[in-house]
């Protein structure tokens, strides 16, 4: 009986995976997503930190900003983005198309005079590139996501 006891253990071992065979699939999934986990932290764009894009150097437009203390809610808060970003602002075409209306050089000039402060699309185009400075986007990035958000076809008004 001891023989037949020792045969009948074998077969049914051997019916059995190996517990080496049941853990390599598991392994080789856990590995695959630490990997790729891994690749993607390292090379993930920060989304925080300093903006990328320049609010300093040589201006289009020269004349100065009225100051944010002369208006309420948001067309102040744009007056005030419009003295610390002066540069994207310099960079913007302006999509209320002041510049064949009134003349303007692009979106920095509206905050150089009240115009800014009466224009929602002068205003939300500034809190718009405000935002993509402030999530550090490029100014190239900045100006392409404007005119994407913003474009609209010029229709002269018939006064």
Not at 30 to 44: D, Q, R
Not at 87 to 95: A, I, M, T
Not at 98 to 120: A, I, M, P, R, V
């Amino acid at each position: 009986m001891g023989k037949k006891n020792h045969q009948k253990k074998n077969q049914a071992r051997s019916g059995d995976q190996p517990k080496s065979s049941k853990l390599a699939p598991i392994i080789m999934v856990t590995l695959g997503v630490v990997v790729l986990a891994s690749v993607y932290f390292l090379t993930k764009p920060k989304m925080s930190g300093n903006p990328v894009a320049p609010a300093f150097g040589q201006l289009i437009e020269n004349r100065p900003i009225l100051s944010s203390a002369m208006f309420a809610g948001k067309a102040g808060q744009a007056y005030e983005i419009a003295a610390k970003i002066p540069k994207v602002l310099d960079s913007l075409f302006c999509y209320c198309y002041c510049k064949k209306e009134h003349n303007h050089k692009n979106l920095l000039t509206c905050f150089t005079n009240k115009h800014g402060s009466k224009c929602d699309i002068c205003i939300n185009e500034v809190l718009y590139a405000n935002e993509l400075y402030e999530r550090g986007k490029s100014l190239d990035e900045i100006v392409v996501a404007v005119d994407r958000k913003f474009y609209r076809p010029y229709i002269p008004h018939r006064g």
